[in-house]
């Protein structure tokens, strides 16, 4: 099974600053997805990468899938209460029909 | 207009009881998931249906059986519920292959007491 390590678990910062968190893994990765899940809410997903060294962005969101393809950073420039929730990468989990998840990174954002 | 919807929203039964959770999709998509999510919010596979036939089982116990009459609908049923089983269930569907992204139902929370 490939893991995802994500970190950190949890992070909690102030309005306007900006913050990364991270998804590793030992295993190379064909792609990887990057998901928002905020409370009483499934998953949405924001973005998926799929070159080593691909840079996507969503506004303020920054995704940044590794050369190798084994990692991934997920970079929120002047973040806002409205980013708050739990931030999950996932990848194809060995199959075409399994998505293997990290543990996320839940972002608080305090205004 | 819901694109995955699931009900109940919430669940809460005794042990031993038998429950059925519903999803349906109406995104045309080809696949079908149940996924677990813990209270420490990890998020697991427990099934995979494409076109109605089961691809994935991953290990999960007999008593939770899923059912597919059609590929727009994946149910979940669960025998003799143990308070184990308290969790979130989240349905999601996608068309397979590896860069396909999930849509996810919103979730229902069972309470198990």
């Known amino acids: 099974t490939q893991l995802l390590e994500q970190s950190p678990q949890f992070l909690s910062i102030q309005e306007g600053e900006n913050l990364t968190v991270y998804c590793n893994s030992s295993?190379?990765?064909?792609?990887l997805q990057w998901y928002r899940q905020e409370p009483g809410e499934g998953p949405v997903l924001l973005v998926t990468?799929?070159?080593?060294?691909e840079v996507k962005k969503l506004k303020r969101l920054t995704f940044q899938f590794g050369d190798a393809r084994k990692d991934s950073s997920l970079h929120i420039t002047a973040a806002q209460p409205g980013d708050t929730g739990l931030y999950l990468c996932?990848?194809?989990?060995?199959?075409?029909?399994?998505?293997?998840f990290g543990k996320g990174t839940l972002l608080t954002v305090n205004p | 207009d819901t694109a995955v919807s699931q009900t109940p929203k919430y669940l809460v039964t005794q042990m031993g009881n038998d429950k059925s959770i519903k999803c349906e999709q109406n995104?045309?998509?080809?696949?079908m998931y149940w996924y677990k999510q813990d209270s420490k919010k990890f998020l697991k596979i427990m099934f995979s249906y494409n076109n109605k036939e089961l691809i994935i089982n991953e290990t999960v116990p007999n008593r939770f059986s899923p059912k597919s009459p059609d590929k727009a609908h994946l149910n979940l049923h669960i025998n003799s519920l143990e308070l184990g089983d308290s969790a979130v269930y989240f349905c999601?569907?996608?068309?397979?292959?590896?860069?396909?992204?999930?849509?996810f139902g919103s979730g229902t929370r069972l309470t198990v007491v």
């Open positions: 995104l045309g998509h080809d696949t």
């Open positions: 990468v799929v070159t080593g060294g």
């Open positions: 996932a990848g194809p989990g060995g199959s075409n029909y399994k998505l293997t």
């Open positions: 999601a569907s996608s068309f397979p292959g590896q860069g396909g992204g999930y849509t």
């Open positions: 295993s190379v990765f064909s792609s």
